[in-house]
């Protein structure tokens, strides 16, 4: 709805409106008021390359290039901090998938995965989106130019923003800390495979006593353990070598 | 071959690091769009976005993230632009795989956007019919790599008892 079409005392109505929501109610008109939040139900017709239950990516009705893609969580949030963090690995990870995709079917040299949070940032709309850009060298598509910043300046920059940024990851810390150490005397639940017992084994203290704090400990073991596995993908990914356009982008580098 | 990256990663750089820990560098470099950008690579070299494996990029991107919140809270940024540039096309200056955070002011002057073009309806619809068909050729080629997989891990499996049955053997024999 465009708030010009409105009469003074229409606006002033919904403006009273506005006003009086409480913050679930607001969330729930945006969400009423957000054309994406209307893709992602179906309302409006959009052009689906992928769909799961959490995310939907779409071709961009007015695309910086032919084939650029929008990757939307279902939820609707505004900005990338509202986002819960399981779910932005998992963006990022379809975000890949995209721009294989995008590299192996249509003939560019290179993606842009992009982000604008904030109006500031050039964000246009309230529903967070990732895009994924097909990219021409020469197609004057997000090209700023670096300039260099001398050292006193990104001195300044670390000792602002240092403390911040261990201040969020510290808080997470102290967490764990404090789980491994209220759970000492648990055993070990049954379905954990051979390597996990070993580290069982190693880090007595890490053993969780309540569910909440053992599944935090699991899932930081199931961690360890994917990284076990990738390693196995990272070789068998060499050894296929038939992905050749991928090849022949990373290898222009050379 | 020389990577930027991969000398900051090894102390051969003036770079400073921000934080790094056993997978992730984060770091102030001093080629930026404007002060106060952060970037953030993986520390194993990847090139592109497409090597770069599940978990670590997911690493990545969470600490993108909360470098992203760090900025809004103490640079006083009003917004923030994450960042890949995938390839010599798309710009990518390091031939190893990075996110840039970009802290941004309104009026910033700074040229980070697109001309948004309406194209033709008959060129949508081939660019998603390529699109579409793309995604189901790469779904079954992931399928056969997924069942791929689970055959390999059967045989790491079965290799796995095997040492098991050898140790016991071993300690039996241990026995006098």
């Known amino acids: 709805m465009d708030p010009q079409q409105l009469t003074p005392e229409q606006q002033k109505e919904m403006e009273e409106k506005l006003k009086n929501m409480s913050p679930e109610e607001l969330m729930e008109f945006q969400k009423q008021q957000c054309i994406f939040c209307q893709i992602i139900s179906g309302k409006i017709p959009s052009k689906k390359i992928y769909e799961d239950d959490k995310v939907l990516a779409i071709l961009d009705i007015n695309p910086a290039a032919k084939g650029h893609i929008l990757l939307l969580p279902k939820e609707h949030y505004a900005i990338m901090p509202q986002i819960p963090e399981k779910e932005i690995g998992n963006m990022f990870v379809i975000a890949k998938r995209m721009s294989k995709l995008i590299l192996k079917v249509l003939k560019v040299s290179g993606t842009n995965i992009f982000v604008a949070n904030g109006l500031a940032a050039g964000q246009k709309v309230q529903h967070f989106m990732i895009h994924i850009i097909p990219r021409k060298e020469g197609d004057g598509i997000l090209e700023a130019e670096g300039k260099l910043i001398d050292e006193e300046m990104r001195g300044k920059v670390k000792s602002l923003i240092e403390e911040k940024f261990n201040e969020l990851l510290g808080v997470k810390k102290k967490v764990l800390q404090v789980e491994a150490e209220s759970s000492d005397e648990e055993k070990e639940e049954p379905e954990e495979d051979g390597e996990e017992r070993k580290e069982e084994k190693k880090k007595p203290s890490k053993k969780g006593k309540k569910k909440i704090n053992k599944k935090k400990v699991v899932k930081e073991k199931k961690e360890n353990k994917v990284e076990e596995e990738n390693d196995d993908k990272d070789e068998e990914e060499e050894d296929d070598g038939g992905n050749a356009s991928l090849d022949d982008i990373a290898n222009l580098f050379k | ?142 399928e056969k790599e997924v069942e791929r997989k689970d055959e390999k891990g059967k045989d790491k499996k079965i290799a796995k008892e095997d040492d098991k049955d050898n140790y016991l053997l071993k300690s039996l024999r241990r026995i006098p």
């Open chain 2, 1 to 142: 071959m020389k990577c930027e990256h991969c000398d900051i990663v090894e102390r051969r750089s003036k770079i400073e690091i921000l934080y790094e820990d056993e997978e992730v560098v984060v770091a102030i470099k001093d080629l930026s769009i404007t002060p106060g950008q952060i970037t953030v690579f993986p520390k194993q070299h990847f090139t592109i976005l497409e090597g770069v494996p599940e978990n670590i990029l997911e690493k990545c991107s969470l600490i993108a993230n909360k470098i992203g919140i760090a900025v809004f809270e103490s640079l006083g940024s009003q917004g923030t632009n994450i960042m890949i540039q995938n390839g010599l096309g798309a710009g990518q200056k390091v031939p190893h795989f990075a996110i840039e955070v970009v802290p941004r002011v309104e009026n910033d002057g700074i040229n980070l956007t697109w001309e948004a073009k309406q194209l033709p309806e008959d060129e949508m619809e081939t660019a998603f019919m390529t699109l579409e068909q793309g995604m189901k050729d790469l779904d079954s080629v992931e």
